[in-house]
């Protein structure tokens, strides 16, 4: 996630969808004063190899000295984080009406058949036996689906949710939109090696598991209009 004063945008990061290549993209926008959360430590090397900036301004503020001990313990916990929803953001920054409404937000989603595979396949990465497919889709957590990400009460709550499928067609618009000459993602691709199979989702997932991403994603297809 990143909000950023300096361009004037807030990116709400979705799961699988090339979101972190984005956010070391956009990174290498950002001000001193703009809220970077951490990504993966491989992955936040690669950042700063680039010479962007990392994770920056996503803690609570200092407390003073003289604070209760509780208080001090609690002092590294985050304010923001990687995957934080947008109904989050906009009760962090309920004092500053401005940057809520008057920035540009956006997020990214992917076709849901999809994104089960490559999920599954990041989630197991480090597993030499994995579990079924239909094991991994009952197993997944209704927010985690995206949706409730970028919608508050099932609206879309962000000016453009786009496709991760018109990946290039976005990245001209959001370049557009924060005034940028244009954008592009790294050719460093974060977590891409993780998925072995590169088949087409239709041939890996079978009836029963189509019927269970789909009960899971019904917001998503029916929203963007996605077939299987």
Not at 3 to 8: A, D, L, Q, W
Request: glycine content about 4%; some cysteine; hydrophobic content about 35%.
């Amino acid at each position: 996630m990143i909000i950023s004063h300096k361009h004037k945008f807030i990116f709400i990061k979705n799961q699988k969808t090339a979101g972190t290549s984005l956010e070391i993209a956009l990174s290498e926008l950002c001000g001193p004063e703009d809220i970077i959360t951490p990504i993966d430590p491989v992955d936040e090397d690669m950042r700063k190899s680039l010479g962007f900036k990392g994770a920056q301004n996503y803690l609570h503020e200092p407390y003073a000295l003289t604070s209760s001990p509780s208080v001090i313990r609690n002092m590294t916990k985050m304010k923001y984080f990687n995957h934080i929803p947008a109904i989050d953001v906009k009760e962090k920054l309920a004092n500053d009406d401005i940057t809520w409404n008057d920035y540009y937000k956006f997020s990214f989603e992917r076709n849901p058949y999809d994104k089960v595979i490559s999920w599954y396949y990041f989630r197991y990465r480090n597993e030499d036996v994995l579990p079924s497919m239909q094991e991994f889709i009952i197993s997944l957590q209704p927010v985690l689906t995206g949706f409730d990400l970028y919608a508050i009460d099932d609206i879309i709550a962000l000016d453009d949710v786009f496709l991760y499928e018109d990946m290039s067609s976005a990245l001209a618009k959001i370049a557009d939109k924060i005034g940028l000459g244009s954008l592009s993602l790294p050719s460093y691709k974060a977590k891409s090696k993780f998925r072995k199979n590169k088949d087409h989702y239709s041939k890996l997932i079978n009836n029963d598991e189509r019927v269970l991403i789909e009960s899971k994603f019904r917001r998503e297809i029916d929203y963007f209009g996605y077939k299987f």
